[in-house]
């Protein structure tokens, strides 16, 4: 018995000192914390989420890779690139609220049903809605942010317009402008000026978004998803956020300028075609490009 | 001298039991829980997430499976993998096993007035033995060999390491991009949603689904076991998240037997449906309905067997079998689970009488030319039901309970005892896995079955068995 409560207490001290190790800025979270903020709750649509009831879930299903603290530490911790989410810090890609704010509870229920391609996490699309949201609260009771903080409220996005190839020129030149190029390449193969030295937030190197292999998303991949994608950003990485750059109505003009980087067929795709559009110059004068 | 060796083999067993309570103490003290550990590798998946217990399948492994064994991400093309990477995993399982068979016939001997003994008789008598065995060995490698084209092979042992190939097979993924079309060609499971193969038991009696197996006594029908693998093609597709799924195949009966059969070409088809529920808090509900129908062949072209043989000509005797039956998977949280499936079996009345089996050599008739039935012969029906709850204490402890039961509703010899063939069979057990990781499983097992059978005794009574079993169901 006095083992056991010794080995426990070492594990449980031993993956805070990594966290704190490697994230000097997070404070270091306990068993004693999560207990404070288990009753905390999550609501989407008409189903509201009881951290409490999604323990089994979580360490049936997660705790390989997030582990029992949530701090992205579990065993498959060395052996997965990118790394597993730290929840601690309550900070995440997938938001329809702008940088720096926490997602809506509607965001982290679509990011765990949609999984994330080009990384170790599955789609967790087999619970019932109420598992599911039950694991969003699961999720924000390993942060104390979610105790002081409200979620960002979620940006607007205009209806979408029709395509329209002044559109798509339109968008190739907010591309050029905004310097889309200098990461993801002109184009959009991720392999901009600045590429290579990008890192994430722990310090660890991270590609630009491919836009020609034929990869999804991690956010998701309509053309709605998209928008937000780039009017939000993908926080804890160098995808920033350009809701301050571009305005709504480019927002989409750049939106259908990047389905033509796209390999999937797309009718913005045939039209850039037809037009015979080139890849942006980095080199052309301002607002002609 | 019998008697006192009995009562030894009984002290030596109360010993084993100590001893084996003593190491599950001693395993349920140990800290932390745990299929294929060959994916569990490949993805970083705890065995849990994909097993309810391994080697049985949750939801979302069903659906894992279902997709050609791909989470359907970047990372299921083995060329992501890293080259040394070889998706293989053993399984096998060290055990201590007693058997008692309720009514065996053995010698009786009595004295030669010599001083030595001479067999006198014989008479019917309980018949325990126990002792520490092994399983066979299981070998499984099993994944993708390019997005959308996986493969399974398994290479299965008996105890003594004679090996036979359980699964062979390969499999298109996502046809024209959609999943409601894969194609699957080989020797494979049939798409029981209710798995024997990933069973949670061990037993002789309580290791198979007395269900998928059944065969009214004196039927020569081997063809229809849906718990054997079977060779054939298979066309099965699901909704995205696996709520809507079908399958249907088409199958040599030949219960799974590899080569050609000789002399008559026979199949059959196994259709499956189902459709699951959101039900909140309570969990995902799945109820499915399938259908095992075709011929098998009850005649052999040989009257002696392939030397000195008497061929017979146009012997075609392929005769018709039916399974059908519900499966429902209920869940009350995370904790509780019903698994259920029911069956109504019919056979043609030609297996009833005994034609049929030339797989095993045993089938009492060949169905040549001129062969006539006994007056009044009919086709066998019966109607099974298999009811297994489980209660999952921790992905690590489930505790596995199930209770069986088959009831003849036709015999096919007149005069018959209707209930003659009838079993009623209970199986309790757990399974405590000390440690749940990505890389490997490990379960300490325990398992009592008892098994009751109708009129199958060498006296024509009941016939019970029991069996006890323990061990470490180990893989890697």
């Known amino acids: ?289 | 001298m019998r008697v006192s060796s009995y009562s030894r083999l009984r002290d030596v067993s109360y010993f084993g039991s100590l001893v084996l309570f003593a190491v599950t103490v001693m395993l349920a003290c140990s800290p932390r829980a745990n299929a294929l550990p060959a994916f569990a590798r490949k993805y970083g998946l705890r065995c849990s997430a994909c097993h309810e217990s391994w080697p049985m399948l949750n939801y979302f492994g069903q659906k894992f499976k279902d997709n050609g064994y791909q989470l359907m991400n970047d990372r299921d093309a083995p060329i992501w993998q890293n080259p040394s990477y070889w998706p293989v995993t053993f399984r096998i399982t060290p055990i201590w096993h007693r058997v008692s068979t309720g009514k065996v016939m053995v010698d009786t001997y009595g004295s030669n007035g010599a001083g030595g003994s001479v067999v006198t008789g014989s008479t019917l008598q309980r018949v325990s033995n126990s002792g520490f065995d092994i399983s066979g060995l299981d070998f499984h490698t099993g994944g993708t060999l390019e997005k959308n084209i996986s493969f399974y092979v398994l290479p299965s042992s008996n105890n003594a390491a004679q090996f036979h190939f359980e699964t062979v097979m390969g499999r298109l993924d996502n046809l024209f991009g959609s999943s409601w079309l894969n194609v699957k060609l080989g020797k494979f499971e049939l798409d029981n949603l209710l798995s024997e193969k990933r069973i949670l038991t061990l037993t002789g009696n309580g290791g198979i689904y007395q269900l998928y197996h059944f065969r009214p006594q004196g039927d020569g029908n081997v063809f229809g076991q849906m718990g054997d693998n079977q060779l054939g093609l298979e066309v099965m597709g699901h909704s995205w998240n696996d709520r809507t799924r079908y399958s249907a195949a088409l199958l040599s009966s030949v219960d799974g037997q590899v080569g050609l059969p000789y002399g008559s070409n026979a199949y059959s088809g196994f259709f499956t449906f189902s459709q699951a529920f959101d039900t909140g808090k309570a969990g995902v509900q799945r109820i499915g309905a399938y259908a095992f129908v075709g011929e098998a062949p009850t005649n052999w072209l040989t009257q002696t067997g392939p030397n000195g043989a008497t061929v017979i000509p146009g012997a075609v005797g392929n005769k018709s079998f039916s399974r059908e039956g519900f499966v429902g998977q209920f869940y009350f949280g995370q904790h509780v689970d019903l698994q259920v499936v029911t069956q109504h079996g019919q056979d043609s009345v030609w297996f009833g009488q005994g034609y049929g089996d030339f797989i095993d050599g045993v089938a009492s008739g060949n169905n040549t030319t001129g062969t006539t039935l006994a007056a009044g012969a009919q086709a066998p029906s019966w109607n099974g039901v298999l009811v297994e709850p489980h209660y999952i204490y921790s992905p690590q402890l489930i505790f596995i309970g199930r209770f069986e039961t088959i009831r003849m509703s036709q015999q096919s010899t007149p005069g018959t005892a209707s209930n003659f063939g009838n079993i009623s069979t209970y199986t309790i057990g757990y399974r405590y896995n000390p440690f749940m990781t990505s890389r490997a499983g490990f379960a300490w097992h325990n398992e009592y079955n008892w098994l009751h059978q109708d009129g199958t005794a060498p006296d024509g009574t009941n016939l019970n068995t029991s069996e006890l079993l323990m061990g470490f169901d180990f893989d890697f």
């Not at chain 1, 019932?128 to 979610?146: G, M, N």
């Not at chain 1, 030295?197 to 491919?210: E, K, V, W």
């Not at chain 1, 950003?233 to 990047?258: Q, R």
Request: glycine share 8%; aromatic share 10%; charged share 25%.
């Open chain 1, 1 to 289: 018995m006095q083992r056991n409560n010794l080995r426990k207490w070492s594990s449980v001290f031993g993956a805070a000192a990594v966290v704190a190790f490697a994230m000097p800025s997070s404070a270091q979270q306990t068993k004693y914390d999560f207990e404070t903020r288990m009753n905390i709750e999550s609501h989407v649509g008409n189903i509201t989420g009881h951290a409490k009831d999604a323990k089994p879930d979580y360490r049936r299903y997660c705790v390989g890779c997030h582990g029992e603290l949530g701090d992205g530490n579990g065993e498959n911790f060395p052996w997965v690139d990118p790394k597993p989410r730290n929840f601690q810090l309550g900070v995440f890609k997938c938001r329809s609220t702008p940088t720096g704010t926490l997602p809506t509870d509607q965001d982290l229920f679509d990011s765990i049903g949609r999984g994330f391609d080009r990384s170790n996490m599955p789609q967790w699309s087999t619970f019932t809605k109420q598992e599911r949201t039950d694991l969003v609260a699961w999720v924000k009771h390993f942060s104390p942010r979610w105790v002081g903080e409200k979620p960002g409220t979620p940006i607007t996005i205009p209806p979408e317009p029709e395509v329209t190839p002044e559109r798509i020129k339109a968008g190739r030149e907010v591309f050029a402008r905004v310097q889309c190029w200098k990461c993801h390449g002109v184009l959009g193969q991720g392999d901009g000026p600045s590429a290579a030295t990008l890192t994430d937030d722990l310090g660890r190197p991270i590609a630009p978004f491919n836009f020609a292999e034929g990869a999804r998303p991690k956010c998701g991949d309509t053309d709605k998803d998209i928008y937000r994608i780039f009017m939000t950003g993908l926080d804890g990485t160098p995808m920033p956020s350009f809701a301050d750059n571009i305005k709504p109505d480019e927002a989409w003009d750049l939106v259908f300028y990047l389905r033509t980087l796209m390999s999937q067929h797309s009718k913005e795709k045939a039209m850039a075609k037809q037009l015979g559009l080139k890849p942006v110059d980095p080199n052309a004068p301002a607002g002609q490009q």
